[in-house]
Nanobody, 125 residues
Framework: QVQLVESGGGLVQVGGSLRLSCAAS????????VGWFRQAPGKEREFVAF????????EFGDSVKGRFTISKDNAKNTVYLQMNSLKPEDTAVYYC??????????????????WGQGTQVTVSS
């Protein structure tokens, strides 16, 4: 069983930065496709970023392109989401998700078997 634990959320001012971590257990992070999603109150869960297994290909949602990056540290079995130039509209609960399969439709929540508990990010203006 794969378990994911997010950390690093918090309160930040507009224009600031945060780095979220997704620590995996039960599976080597290199063998997982990992995505980040977010959900604001009253809204659907939204795709944020993705890093695929094996080839490490990355993808980003349109609203975060150029501001967010995703990376993995195999030694720490952790995936990171670096968020820069944060905006109030980035406020949401951020979730890490993973799957053992190579994922083509990385933006679809149904492709991920494993989810973390979420971490709150609040951007104040």
């Amino acid at each position: 069983q794969v378990q994911l634990v997010e950390s690093g959320g918090g309160l930040v001012q507009v224009g600031g930065s945060l780095r979220l971590s997704c620590a995996a257990s039960g599976q080597t992070i290199g063998n997982l496709a990992v995505g980040w999603f977010r959900q604001a109150p009253g809204k659907e869960r939204e795709f944020v970023a993705f890093i695929n297994k094996n080839d490490g290909n990355t993808e980003f949602g349109d609203s975060v392109k150029g501001r967010f990056t995703i990376s993995k540290d195999n030694a720490k079995n952790t995936v990171y989401l670096q968020m820069n130039s944060l905006k109030p509209e980035d406020t949401a609960v951020y979730y890490c998700a993973a799957d053992r399969a190579w994922i083509a439709n990385y933006y679809a929540v149904y492709n991920y078997d494993y989810w973390g508990q979420g971490t709150q990010v609040t951007v104040s203006s």
